[in-house]
């Protein structure tokens, strides 16, 4: 593509170079950077991309675009040019939608965010849309997947570059929607700023992330950027902000969106809401009443928090304009989803459970709805990550003390931290409990191999953190 057409669409500072270039490609990564592509520098979390404009330009960078003035004081790109922006972020996100030319013009983009439920959700959607005959695609945390094709998900949320590049490739191969986990992460980063979403989904807001975000306050408000987002472009029939209503943080939401709001929930007053609602290991039962009618559905999963995920998914197809027989038929068809109340299958015939709980909230949750399916005793195993929320793992620890038997607290990818010192604070909650009965051991493998072997007949075992990893 030529350089002229990008130009088109940022707002450019300052310029000095040569206009008269074709672009191969865009990187944000330097280390990827091949003679005739643009590299465009960004500030992360950790990293600041102008740091290695010598080196993208020493690789054969032909246009650098960054928030530094190019010439006397800045840098000389000798290969071709050098733009200054005020803002790299929001420059890549209109660079990579020129450049990969809008590839989501045919296709419906739904975003799901919240702090738990939303892999759960974009499962029981994408299931719902296959019945109903379309062709979606998830991008996820599990991995990002289209008919035919399923890679791994390095985040939850890919940057706006990696994520348009995607959609081009869904786009190609005739994907007619798209459903996306959408992290907190990628809202306060932009990464999503390029993207139409007709339909935006709430699941919840309880404590995550405050490592990043530093408060509830600053977590929440990154939410609320994707609701604020949906606005219609001319592209879009359906714009709809789908919301939880019995979270206090989704009823807050409903009065900041301009958008046309289905509420769901258990009370009366929201436009989708579940009643009857039965739960055993076979599976969750319950009978959902719509604004297009009610209907009898029935699902494999296990958790009573689960008919939560199932009305946003429903709500989130109404939305989009799919009938309710779809919708019933597209609930039932998930036998479950990959280690969220993950039952996993042993030669004991022990009922142990694999869930990727890993905050506070999650893990009461979880544990709630697994002590409705024990008989016996409740044994649980986790840890918490390094260089996260450090305020979550003494909650954590007496959460667990209160709701289980029996805690095997164990180690969790701590990354740079110590083991022993996340385990120490795991710790203090779970005594806070009054819970005697845990033990401490590092070795992950081994404290499950533990728990497993101290199961008796009746008993359960819950894994959680780790999830689809474990």
């Known amino acids: 593509m030529q350089l002229e057409q990008l130009m088109e669409v940022i707002e450019i500072v300052d310029f000095q170079g040569d206009h008269d270039l074709e672009i ?7 280390r990827a950077i091949k003679p005739g592509a643009m590299f465009v520098a960004l500030k992360g979390h950790t990293q600041d991309g102008h740091h290695f404009i010598e080196d993208a330009i020493s ?60 892999t759960t ?31 791994e998900a390095p985040v939850t949320t890919p940057e706006c570059l990696d994520l348009m590049r995607i959609l081009r490739e869904m786009a190609d191969n005739a994907v007619s929607d798209v459903v996306m986990e959408v992290s907190s992460h990628s809202l306060d980063q932009g990464r999503v700023r390029g993207c139409p979403f007709c339909v935006a989904i709430l699941t919840n807001i309880s404590r995550d992330h405050l490592d990043y975000h530093r408060s509830m306050e600053a977590y929440f408000e990154a939410k609320t950027l994707l609701f604020k987002s949906l606005t219609s472009d ?22 900041l969106t301009e958008a046309r709001v289905i509420a769901y929930g258990m009370g009366k007053e929201c436009d989708v ?37 199932i009305m946003a998914a429903a709500a989130g197809a109404l939305a989009l304009g799919i009938d309710l027989k779809s919708i019933c038929f597209g609930l039932r068809q998930p036998k479950g989803v990959p280690g969220r109340l993950e039952q996993v299958r042993n030669k004991r015939g022990l009922a142990l459970v694999v869930d990727y709980a890993h905050t ?53 990818n701590p990354r740079t931290e110590d083991p022993g010192t996340i385990a120490s604070q795991i710790e203090e909650g779970v005594i806070e409990s009054g819970l005697k009965d845990y033990i401490l051991d590092l070795d992950r493998e081994n404290a499950i191999q533990r728990a497993v072997k101290m199961a008796h007949n009746g008993d359960l075992v819950l894994i959680a953190g780790k999830g689809h990893e474990t």
């Open 234 to 255: 001319g592209l879009r029939r359906r714009v709809r902000a789908v919301i939880n209503a019995d979270d206090p943080r989704g009823r807050e939401l409903i009065k």
């Open 59 to 118: 690789k054969g960078a032909s246009v650098v675009v960054s928030e530094l003035p190019p010439g006397p004081g800045g840098f000389r790109n000798k290969n071709g040019a050098m733009i200054q922006v005020r803002d790299s972020r929001e420059a890549l996100s209109r660079l990579a939608v020129r450049f990969f030319d809008s590839p989501f013009k045919k296709m419906n983009l739904i975003g799901i965010t919240g702090t738990n439920g939303k």
């Open 360 to 412: 506070p909230d999650a893990l009461l949750k979880a544990l709630g709805a697994v002590r409705l399916l024990t008989e016996g005793r409740l044994l649980t195993v986790f840890g918490c990550g390094g260089d996260r929320d450090k305020g979550k793992r003494k909650a954590m620890g007496r959460v667990a003390g209160l709701e289980s038997d029996m805690v095997f607290i164990t180690s969790d």
């Open 121 to 151: 959700t974009a499962y029981l959607l994408e299931s719902i849309l296959v019945v109903a005959g379309r062709k979606p695609g998830v991008l996820g945390t599990i991995n990002y997947r289209f008919p035919g094709h399923v890679r």
């Open 24 to 30: 191969a490609n865009i990187y944000y990564d330097s």
């Open 273 to 309: 809401r579940a009643e009857e609602v039965k739960v055993s290991r076979a599976g969750l039962t319950a009978r959902l009443i719509t604004p297009e009618g009610e209907m009898e559905i029935g699902s494999a999963l296990i958790g009573e928090f689960d008919i939560y995920n």
